[in-house]
């Protein structure tokens, strides 16, 4: 079932234990994880995560994401929030906003939305939205 390149692809030594949501699989809610996420199937929700996340080629998000990575090859539709460095490989399609430390697009990608940039601007608009939520 998993070969040795999709071990490579997920972090062991994070705080908590790796997730798949495998392909035909439909989740409808809310996911939060410690560890290292990996979704080939459907999330019809927000995905939150502590650590890296990975949505497959056939992956698709109907949500907001948040965590400290992302690979995206899949579809999402819905904001990105990460604190580190965004990917967006392969025919990724993705329909928001992102916020992000860093960025690196593919040509085969796709993005639609506002883009927004820096070492701080994750934490600031988290703080935003905080305060905004009160």
Do not use: W
């Amino acid at each position: 079932m998993f070969n040795a390149k999709s071990k490579k692809t997920f972090d062991e030594t994070s705080t908590g234990a790796n997730t798949i949501i495998g392909a035909g699989t439909v989740i409808t809610g809310n996911i939060a994880s410690k560890g290292d996420i990996r979704i080939d199937g459907t999330l019809v929700g927000n995905l939150t995560a502590k650590a890296r996340i990975l949505i497959g080629p056939e992956g698709s998000v109907d949500g907001d994401i948040e965590g400290m990575q992302a690979d995206i090859l899949g579809k999402v539709i819905g904001d990105v929030r990460v604190k580190d460095l965004l990917n967006l490989r392969g025919k990724a399609l993705l329909e928001g906003n992102i916020y992000t430390g860093k960025l690196q697009i593919e040509p085969t990608a796709t993005f639609n939305g506002q883009c927004h940039m820096g070492a701080n601007i994750v934490e600031l608009n988290a703080e935003k939205a905080s305060v905004v939520n009160q």
